[in-house]
């Protein structure tokens, strides 16, 4: 079964914005076995709208497309595909009463009456008809058509679409498909993708269950389709075997999951950087509200700073080094008292791409984490560039820290870890 | 003229990397009004690469494609476009000898011979042949094959293609496109596309001179093409004329030039910040050697850190408030104080979506320069979600600081400012 996406905007022709929904429809459809062979890209003119539909629906067995569905004048999408499949336009009495009952729309009539419209046979995709898109059978190949606003795109292609799709690969056999299945996602950090495999492969009776990942660095996504039965069944040997590196369910991020775990516990964290320089402490303020927990943080970026600000002693960084465990501890343990929270995480390493030596090459991230009790060190090794190098280890500094709150300090182990310490306080 | 861009490979296909190249196309081409009316993304596949071009030849006056002209097995273009346009492949001996010579490629023989490989009549697009791309007319089309590489892509796109285009375009009057013109590309900041537009269509003889530009978020680039003399010529007047604006020459960013004015002084830079929390830091610190200028920075997220780290009196804070021209002084002033270092910047205002009232809503961001001599605030609304506003507002601060330097304090004027106050040390 071979598919197509096409999206439809000037925005995307002109790169006024960036295509993210062709990221998270590869990703996605990748996933169940469904990847495009092409992904079609055209302004906003009829003309082309029409030839380009044409044309993919000739080629291929279905065809997914994105924008020109709204209520503006160059949204052209709707209009374009009753001409290019010679099917009259007829008014969605609930999609319209579902549009003017929303307030954006109540003055505007025409805009209204506009976004209802779906050529004959269409179906809308979604039940409560509060967002628009549609999905019809053309000649045995199966078609939808989506909004191009990120969140509606990626909600009914993930809800909807692949669903309908894999019902129909399948020819409708409830066993592999169909209505009553349900999606499952979660996120995974630090994950082995060939223990995942292995472990998936030795699934007893995983007929008609579809399991999909995909990298979404430095964490991975992993999706479960199949009946609510047969999901649930497989999320709880998933959650068992992988539950130290399961970040979240859905789509929780380890910064907001981290914010979770801290608000519902009512502590608090600071932070003390060095090689991440403020990208720790950013993550953690990306989430809106993150102020119940997260008090102060520290960029301590020379040598100096380190002691002056976070009491680092002199004889630690000039006998052990900027790059050690010691100085990772010292850091942590420095930020802790400077904050009263009740956790503290700290990054010095060489995030490159200069200033790395044979013992200490670029990569090289130590990471340390005070607790009420503790003090933990670890060494880790990180490829990549700078900005990946801060990243992983920002990522990496907030899982030590969820793992510990989740299952204490007996499950620390990483794939990037070179060593460990630890102290009492 | 109507032009489209193919994109090949798996990897854009499946969504494990994100297609910036067609971002960057999108972007720079529609600027020189030479917006692609189709880009069509397609796996590795000869079948589809072949019938495709043919496709895209026979609808289109020109084709840009990128990618799929490496040396491994899944590198298929070059023999794609071979049998698509029915042409013998031949090697370029200089690409062969480059490639050679490149330590990459010594002992690889038969993958150098592959890379050396192009379609009769088709010309190499780099000069000292060190990177792969070739360009070919075919039946009256302009066809451009580039390495899906980003920097390669971009390099010879805007370096080789955009010129060829332009002259191929004008019909090869020197006038208006050819030999001998060559790119300028600036960065703004704070710039008013208004102010910029009127001034571009009053430049008189403007012949032959493309002028483009492009949002960057929040910068903008401006990309000028034409003949030397007049590139120079109107690079002077925009210069003259939008200097306070402009952050940049080619693709210098805003923290690279701060980065690049402040080690020039031998001077150094704290931050000290609350609704921006830590994302100024972690800008200065994604340039590589940042640790030349940037000693230190903290995070003080609550009024709490406010006062204990950085020395913010209480009662500023109780009777001024956590986000007042205040507040971000004694910040900045506490920062400064605390690192030694030359300059501070303070930002503390409310990023959102919650914590705005009435007086002070979600965007009011105030910020604060700390200088030798004295300190200055500033007052901004910004419009944006939380990650939007965090952006801008650490992008301003920066900016703030580079005006500074350059120009001094008179020159503290911004579109989104709504108050000013400054004081001595």
């Not at 004959?120 to 078609?143: C, H, I, M, N, P």
């Not at 010095?348 to 990569?363: C, F, L, R």
Request: glycine share 8%.
């Amino acid at each position: 079964m071979k598919g197509a996406l096409l999206f439809i905007g000037d925005e995307l022709i002109t790169g006024r914005i960036l295509n993210t929904n062709a990221e998270f429809a590869g990703k996605i459809l990748s996933a169940f076995g469904l990847e495009p062979e092409e992904i079609v890209t055209i302004p906003d003119i009829e003309d082309k709208i029409i030839n380009t539909l044409r044309r993919l629906i000739e080629e291929y067995d279905f065809v997914i497309t994105s924008g020109g569905l709204g209520p503006t004048e160059d949204d052209l999408t709707t209009q374009a595909v009753a001409k290019a499949l010679d099917l009259p336009l007829k008014e969605d009495k609930a999609l319209l009463a579902a549009i003017l009952a929303s307030s954006e729309y109540k003055d505007t009539f025409a805009m209204a009456s506009k976004m209802a419209l779906m050529p004959e046979g269409a179906q809308a995709l979604s039940e409560d008809s509060k967002v628009v898109g549609f999905a019809l059978t053309y000649r045995d190949k199966r078609l939808f058509f989506l909004p191009g606003v990120p969140s509606q795109f990626q909600d009914l292609l993930k809800n909807k679409v692949i669903p309908q799709l894999c019902l129909w690969k399948t020819g409708g056999r409830t066993l592999e498909c169909g209505e009553g299945k349900v999606f499952k996602s979660f996120i995974f950090f630090d994950l082995n993708e060939t223990d995942l495999n292995r472990f998936i492969q030795e699934i007893p009776s995983k007929e008609g269950l579809k399991i999909g990942y995909y990298p979404l660095l430095p964490e991975v996504r992993l999706v479960i389709f199949g009946r609510e039965e047969e999901v649930k069944n497989i999320t709880e040997q998933i959650k068992v075997r992988f539950k130290l590196n399961l970040v979240g369910e859905e789509e929780e991020s380890l910064p907001q999951g981290i914010g979770k775990l801290l608000r519902e516990r009512r502590e608090t964290l600071a932070t003390a950087e060095s090689c991440t320089g403020g990208y720790l402490a950013s993550l953690i303020t990306s989430i809106a509200g993150s102020s119940d927990y997260f008090d102060r943080g520290f960029v301590t970026y020379t040598a100096k700073s380190k002691s002056e600000i976070l009491g680092v002693k002199e004889e630690t960084l000039t006998q052990q080094g900027v790059y050690s465990y010691e100085t990772a501890i010292e850091m942590a343990l420095g930020a802790k008292r400077l904050s009263h929270s009740t956790y503290a995480l700290a990054t010095t390493g060489v995030a490159g791409p200069t200033g790395g030596t044979p013992q200490i090459p670029v990569g090289t991230v130590f990471i340390a984490l005070a607790t009420p009790q503790k003090v933990y060190a670890f060494k880790f090794y990180f490829e990549g560039n700078r900005n990946t190098i801060q990243r992983v280890a920002s990522y990496t500094a907030l899982d030590i820290l969820r793992r510990y709150l989740l299952y204490g300090e007996g499950f620390f182990s990483y794939r990037f870890a070179q060593g460990f310490k630890e102290r009492p306080l």
